[in-house]
């Protein structure tokens, strides 16, 4: 299935670049995983799903380090005024009042799920090492960091770097304990990202 590997740069390009819409680009983008996972269906049942209660707290608790990661790290690879920029960027997305708050629940609830099953599961790999899926989870998220941030080449680099590694470790975390822990993982991860976003930005 490989259109669906370029399928969230290209719903990246039309939503953010073309139509300046945050629900345009991830509507686009679920879209699409959720065709795949149609058409993978037989494939997706054959995934193992559940995972050790414990280990879900656990994955819960670590993606909450996104929070300060975020928080404190991007003023210091951007610019001392980035709150200000973002907040900017949000409202070109449309995403600001009860738009922005719906999208923080949409985003946290059912986006980690939707984007796990395509990444993870209909784009399924086994291979112990890194594989090229793992750099085109990374790659596409660089496409939206680039419109929201644009200009701060380092966080790029960093980003690139950390979710190269993630989605690696969680291709890891799938085969030897289940989907469940990687989307607990992803979800507390997401929320991370877009609460300290939130912050920075004036949001909250």
């Known amino acids: 299935m490989i259109w669906l590997r370029y399928w ?25 995983i ?17 995972s050790p209660p414990g280990l879900v707290i656990a994955m819960l608790v670590s993606g909450l380090i996104a929070i300060p990661a975020v928080y404190f790290l991007t003023p210091l690879l951007t610019s001392p005024t980035i709150g200000t920029e973002l907040s900017g960027q949000l409202d070109r997305l449309g995403l600001q009042g009860n738009s922005f708050f719906l999208f923080f629940a949409y985003f ?6 939707i984007e796990e099953t395509g990444w993870r599961g209909v784009l ?7 594989h090229i899926h793992d750099v085109e989870f990374a790659a596409y998220h660089l496409v939206v960091l680039h419109w929201i941030m644009p200009g701060y ?13 993630s989605a690696w470790f969680w291709r ?10 990687v ?3 992803h979800g507390a991860a997401d929320f991370g990202v877009l609460t300290a976003v939130a912050w920075l930005a004036g949001r909250f």
């Open 153 to 165: 080449w380092f966080l790029l680099v960093a980003t690139f770097v950390t979710l190269t590694v």
């Open 183 to 185: 989307v607990a993982f």
């Open 172 to 181: 890891q975390l799938r085969d030897r304990k289940g989907m469940a822990a």
């Open 124 to 130: 399924f790999t086994r291979k112990a090492g890194l």
């Open 8 to 32: 969230p740069i290209i719903s990246v390009l039309i939503g953010m670049y073309v139509l300046e819409s945050g629900w345009a680009a991830i509507l686009l983008y679920h879209a699409g």
């Open 34 to 50: 959720l065709l795949g996972a149609w058409l993978k269906r037989e494939q997706l049942r054959s995934l193992h799903w559940k």
């Open 108 to 113: 946290i609830l059912l986006h980690p799920l």
